[in-house]
């Protein structure tokens, strides 16, 4: 079955730099897109961006450009998101995110979600 | 970016009533060359990560009970939970995934009244 493991809660302080993993497995790593997607307590869901692991090809979303960095390690099965510069509004749970066959942007199986809290 | 808007952004109906939520694009996610339209609704129950419902706006992603059903194209998309069950308290979200960058809806919170 699909498995999305990700890393542990991580607490920053302002200006520092983030980097979550997330473990795959059950399926073929290189053959979907891996989006993150992140929420702020009480708020809704933001997408951040996307990478393909047969390519490393990413996107990404404009609030993000310069400040985030999608990899992975198709050996490992293993995509990272990392996030710099962190600021106090960081604060949010970040997921990962399986692509579902139909297209790209389509979701289908999420991690569980680590929580990012950025505090001085 | 496409923006995604949802109403209400709460709702309260009874057990066993009809729930509709309902999405707007800010432009089109209807391609033409295969007549579908890049929409998706999702189910986020506390303290877990969302789950996907429908898709292609209509098309119910395997497992999903039948009182769930999508509707609507172009700008205009709707969720309807034919009769609301417990289980169904939830936030949903509709998401466009037209674009290269995918958007979600801010989510719409259903209570039961």
């Known amino acids: 079955q699909v498995q999305l493991v990700q890393s542990g809660a991580e607490v920053k302080k302002p200006g520092a730099s983030v980097k979550v993993s997330c473990k795959a497995s059950?399926?073929?790593?290189?053959?979907?897109?891996m989006h993150w997607v992140r929420q702020a307590p009480g708020q809704g869901l933001e997408w951040m961006g996307w990478i393909k692991p047969n390519t490393g090809d990413t996107t990404y979303a404009q609030k993000f450009q310069g400040r985030v960095t999608m990899t992975r390690d198709t050996s490992m099965t293993t995509a990272y998101m990392e996030l710099n510069r962190l600021k106090s509004d960081d604060t949010a749970v970040y997921f990962c995110?399986?692509?579902?066959?139909?297209?790209?942007?389509?979701?289908?199986?999420w991690g569980l979600g680590t929580l990012v809290t950025v505090s001085s | 970016d496409i923006v995604m808007t949802q109403s209400p952004d709460s709702l309260a109906v009874s057990l066993g009533e009809r729930a509709t939520i309902n999405c707007k694009s800010s432009?089109?996610?209807?391609?033409?060359?295969?007549?579908?339209?890049?929409l998706a609704w999702y189910q986020q129950k506390p303290g877990q990560p969302p789950h996907l419902l429908i898709y292609?706006?209509?098309t119910r992603e395997s497992g999903v009970p039948e009182r769930f059903s999508g509707s609507g194209s172009g700008t205009d998309f709707t969720l309807t939970i034919s009769s609301l069950q417990a289980e169904d308290v939830a936030v949903y979200y509709c998401q466009q995934y037209f674009t290269t960058r995918g958007t979600f809806g801010q989510g719409t919170k259903l209570e039961i009244k």
């Open positions: 432009q089109s996610v209807l391609y033409s060359s295969n007549n579908k339209n890049y």
């Open positions: 059950g399926y073929t790593f290189t053959d979907h897109y």
């Open positions: 995110a399986r692509q579902a066959p139909p297209a790209p942007n389509l979701i289908d199986y």
């Open positions: 292609w706006a209509s």
